[in-house]
Structures are given as structure tokens and as C-alpha cells.
């Protein structure tokens, strides 16, 4: 019996330090396996979430899709604008380009309301 306790002892010791080195690598293959699977599961509730979303919202996804649509054409035609007040002053209405001081737009007619403001202030027609 003392035989068999020496020879587990030993065994148990010889088992502890192969297993401190295979603990550091098996640590790392841990850690590592580890990132990976919450990676995996990070990407998995990406797509989830996004199938969600689309299944509950698939209509204001239409929506927000045309609405960026509008705000790039918004984007295009403020860029119109402000490259036009360089040399004039944009039409509220149309966007085009008016000569400074024009009470009206050239192109549509329509009042320069920005400017009626400022003339109500300052000079009092009629
Ligand atoms: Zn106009």
C-alpha cells in the first residue's frame, strides 16, 4: 500500500508540472477560443439584431432609406446654394441663383423672403 502511495504521489507531482506548461498553453488556447467564440456571437447578434430590426421596422427602414435619399438631394441642392451665394443669393424656393438685392427670384417669382425681412427693418415702403 505505501508503494502505491509513493507512486501516486510521484505521478501527481510529475502531473502537476507537465501541467503548469500545458496550463500556460492551454490558457492561451483558452483565452483564445474564448475571443473567438464571443466574436462569433458578437457577429451573431449583429445579423440577429439587424434581421429584428428589418422583421419589426422593414417599413421605416423604406422610410429612412428614402429619407437619406431626400437629405443627399437636400445635401446636393444646399451645396447649389451655397455655391451660388458666392456670386448671388439663392431662391428659398427653387434654389437658383438670384442676383444680390433681388426682391424676387428670377427663375420662379417667388418673393426673396429672407431679404423682405430685412428690408421691413430697415426701409419702410408704402
Ligand atoms: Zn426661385
Do not use: W
Request: hydrophobic residues 30%; negative net charge; contains cysteine.
Amino acid at each position: 500500500m505505501e508503494l502505491l502511495d509513493r507512486i501516486g504521489e510521484t505521478l501527481t507531482q510529475v502531473g502537476n508540472a507537465a501541467g503548469q506548461k500545458a496550463k500556460d498553453v492551454s490558457e492561451f488556447a483558452k483565452l483564445s477560443s474564448e475571443l473567438h467564440s464571443l466574436e462569433k456571437k458578437q457577429q451573431d447578434l449583429y445579423i440577429e439584431l439587424g434581421k429584428k430590426y428589418f422583421e419589426e421596422h422593414g417599413d421605416s427602414t423604406e422610410e429612412a432609406v428614402e429619407a437619406l435619399k431626400e437629405i443627399a438631394a437636400d445635401i446636393e441642392h444646399l451645396k447649389d446654394q451655397i455655391a451660388g451665394l458666392k456670386g448671388g443669393d439663392a431662391c428659398p424656393n427653387c434654389g437658383a441663383v438670384v442676383p444680390k438685392g433681388s426682391k424676387f427670384c428670377n427663375a420662379c417669382g417667388t418673393k426673396m423672403s429672407i431679404f423682405e425681412e430685412e428690408d421691413e427693418e430697415t426701409t419702410e415702403e408704402e
